[in-house]
């Protein structure tokens, strides 16, 4: 980063849109994630909090674009729990962990699988690390 600058590889800016859009994007094209994502900023539903308190269901829909939805509600849901519980919503108590605390907390996170719980790391939580996904295999 010092040297060569912000890429934007990710198209968000704030770590918990990342994070939303990380979950999303599995098995979705970028474009339909978007649209699941800018239902959630209309609801006003694009933070932990927002999410907790939101039924299954309310996060279904807003996320429909983003195929899947039903299953990526109940990730998101989880996430946002688990966040709550372990972490009080705060992301930088989240992100202060070594690479390899954090990459251990993310995975145990229902529905956060290696290339997700990598891709958090590096674009959400600015950390160092490479993202292995079936292209790069």
């Not at 918990?16 to 699941?36: D, H, P």
């Not at 927002?50 to 998101?76: D, F, M, Q, T």
């Not at 519980?85 to 229902?110: E, M, V």
Request: charged share 20%; glycine share 6%.
């Amino acid at each position: 980063m010092a040297r060569y600058g912000p890429q934007h590889w990710w198209p968000a800016r704030e770590p918990f849109e990342i994070i939303v859009g990380a979950i999303l994007t599995q098995s979705a094209a970028w474009g339909n994630v978007e649209k699941a994502i800018t239902n959630l900023k209309a609801a006003e539903a694009l933070s932990p909090q927002a999410l907790h308190h939101l039924s299954l269901s309310e996060v279904a829909e807003l996320i429909r674009p983003s195929g899947y939805y039903n299953a990526k509600a109940l990730k998101l849901k989880s996430l946002a729990h688990w966040l709550g519980k372990h972490y009080d919503n705060n992301l930088d108590k989240l992100f202060a962990s070594d690479t390899s605390h954090l990459r251990q907390q993310l995975l145990s996170i229902y529905g956060i699988g290696q290339e997700t719980a990598d891709s958090i790391i590096l674009y959400a939580a600015s950390k160092p690390i490479f993202v292995i996904d079936a292209y790069t295999r």
